[in-house]
């Protein structure tokens, strides 16, 4: 029986007319119990906080009122587009309605009531605190609980951006190495011990598996992994799943391999990452943390990195907590701190690190500024602005004849050098010719 109530989607095909109301406002009939449903109900506010618990409350109404499922699903979707502000997409509005029957049907959901109601609405009041009930909220608040110190936050949301091929996918396989049992990321920062859904869309699984045995000969008990699967988490289906298992399992890193892989939206619309952002915040409100790894737009393929070098909209980095970069400069790596909302700039992280083969095994480990490869890029520049010294206006092939460097080593660092403000460059004859800083 339970099946039979998925094969009738019905959704209207008329968009009835929008009533002019203003969010949270009551039609006159101001003495039903049920009228709070009938006024709008903004995205995040409105008497039940939102458009899904308000979505929540009428698919109750409907049950009280003994509604068989057809009608009530075609109630559900009018009452969408009439009342929500925005509406809910129809596919989301017939999950819903047809998740709120089956869990009624198998006795897992009470029907609401007109009290239950009221008192939803009577709950939905400000919450206006004094100092000491502010003290107290902000202890046991979940938004400053860290991951990894500085970095990543619990239920927060995480981007961390490199060219393809820059090295995220070691990043996030070391960060899930450190989490099993609370070691050090990178060799360096500290992780908290927890289970980690690491959500691989890029490597086949034999590959995959063999990056965690070079990092960590032991079993990693704590990862846990969907490979291959073609997630989608604009697909409720998918979305739910992967909550249900994150909250069932007490996930509390859900990494993404890469963004563009796990959805199918538009990547450079903002309205649509907005979108899609709100479905990820179910993973959030678990608790967990996400770290979605993502690339940087075409072109930018070196040189320092901040936030709005993401590829996509401007929405996606707009909400993230915080946003990592990966810099790969002849195998020396720098992670750097972009964007993290929960800290001053002051407390953002730099660490140069390599990725260090031994035998059989692989570590990510951090370079003391003592380290050799840690001065190369000082020796390089210091022979670059030498040269343009000497000879200022010439092209990038020029200094790598010049000094005899790979002409790609010498691009990323003149990129480098020149947003350090080290040197600049003219075009001529569409040439880029470069000049030390202060000479022409």
Known sequence: MIHELFDHPHIPDVKPARKERQPGELPDDTGNVWAALWGIHPEGGGPFGGRDNALTKFIGFLRAKSIPFDGALQMAQSWNLLHLDPPLEPHEVTLKVSTAWVQWLEGGHEDDTPESVTA????SKLVIMNWQAFKVAAAGAKDTEWIVRNLIVAGGMHFLIAPAGGGKSWL??????AASYGGKWIGCMEV???NVLYVNEEMGIGRFFERFQLLEPNDIETLHVINNNYVKLDNPAHLTEIVQYVTDHQIEIVILDTFVRVHGYDENSNSEMAKLYEKMKRINATGAAVLALHHMKKGLHVGPVQHEAMRGAGEIAAQADCVMSVENRDGLYTLKTAKQRHIGEEDF???????QTEGASVALVELQPGASEYRADVSLDHQ????LETNPGMTGTAISKEINRRLETIIIRLTAMETDNLVYFLYNKRAKCFYKKGLL
């Open 120 to 123: 939803a609405v009577e709950k």
């Open 192 to 194: 908290k011990k927890c």
């Open 384 to 387: 670059i602005l030498k040269v």
């Open 349 to 355: 992280i730099e660490v140069k690190y390599k990725i």
């Open 172 to 177: 996030a396989a070391d960060l899930a190495r």
